[in-house]
């Protein structure tokens, strides 16, 4: 299937390649189905595209790239929820945001996607120090 995407263009993805969001992301609870995409290969930088909605993509990283210290404890149900239990099925990346001077990722909110049974989700992380804005310009020069 060819898709309009917001970064790179038609392209073309498999049926396979969809994860569904049965929640949608937060404040895009409309947009349900959605594809990762690799921007560039020397980046830590993917694309979280909805595949409904060409406007709708975010970018995102996996957080273990540039946060080696990242720690988060998502439970058990919600894994569940995805289809398992098992974290070795499981990808998970944050939303960053780009400013004029600023890179920053929301470390408080990340999106947890079963690989196996292709159904992702948003999760917060309530009991936890991270923020919706870590820095990670100038942790991105290091990598």
Known sequence: MIIDTKFSGQIEIND???I??????LGFEDAKK???INLDE????RSLQSVEK???AFIVINPWDIFTDYEIDIDD??????????????ML?????????RITTNLIGPVIINVNSRKGKQTVLYKSSYTTRHDIISLIKKV
């Open 16 to 18: 396979e390649d969809i």
């Open 20 to 25: 569904y969001f049965e929640e949608g992301l």
């Open 34 to 36: 959605y594809v990762v």
């Open 42 to 45: 020397a980046t830590p930088f």
């Open 54 to 56: 060409s406007e709708v």
């Open 77 to 90: 149900n919600e894994l569940l929820s995805l289809g398992d239990i098992d974290i070795k099925n499981f």
């Open 93 to 101: 990346y944050t939303l960053v945001t780009i400013t004029e001077n």
